[in-house]
């Protein structure tokens, strides 16, 4: 497969996602980046790691139609010959016309068990202060397919860790972040190897 990586912050399960390719459990080519944000973690490791970076956004693109703005992605991801989009941290909703032409897939990482605590703003620390706040003693992570909806696509994949007394929002986000780096990887290899079906 050929993928291509959508990101906008640090990029930490980027970089999970090429030192697992780099060690031969993910087989397929990371080959793109596409970013909103030129400045952001992500693009340093791509830089680092030789992969080419396209920044796509509305302050680029400000005068496009949401027709003309989905073909520019459509036109780049055509261009690099991109089978599987994988969304790691990125901050925006995947135009609807992306989504339609790319159906089953796009898959994304979501740092709580779907469909508890997903949706709109749910995102970040933000998740791990409402798992909290809600005094659940079980969350984890959930690896989905992207639909037209936040976080509302197949669930593909999912693991837990208990919710600590001691917890608070920052420790649970770094807990929680491990199973990331560690089973997002996983989850790729098991949909190249056919292990996990993406077709609804």
Not at 44 to 72: F, W
Not at 74 to 94: E, F, Q, R, T
Not at 155 to 177: G, H, N, P, T
Request: proline letters at 2%; one cysteine or more.
């Amino acid at each position: 497969m050929n993928i291509s990586v959508f990101a906008s912050g640090t990029g930490s399960n980027f970089l999970a996602i090429l030192k697992a390719r780099k060690e031969g459990i993910i087989k397929s080519n990371i080959s793109l980046l596409i970013t909103n944000n030129s400045s952001c973690g992500a693009v340093n490791i791509a830089r680092e790691y030789g992969i080419e970076v396209i920044h796509i956004s509305r302050k680029v693109y400000p005068q496009l139609t949401e027709k003309e703005y989905a073909n520019v992605f459509l036109n780049v991801l055509s261009k690099h010959s991109i089978d599987l989009i994988v969304l790691a941290g990125y901050m925006k909703m995947v135009e609807p016309e992306v989504v339609r032409t790319f159906k089953n897939r796009i898959i994304n990482i979501h740092p709580a068990l779907l469909p508890m605590f997903g949706g709109k703003g749910m995102y970040g620390i933000n998740v791990h202060k409402a798992v909290i706040k809600a005094g659940v003693k079980v969350t984890g992570i959930t690896i989905h397919c992207v639909n037209e909806n936040y976080d509302e696509g197949k669930i593909l994949f999912q693991k837990c860790i208990e919710v600590d007394e001691a917890d608070d929002e920052y420790s649970l986000q770094k807990r929680v972040l491990e199973l990331e780096h560690k089973y997002y990887p996983y989850v790729i290899s098991l949909i190249e190897e056919g292990k996990i079906k993406l077709e609804t």
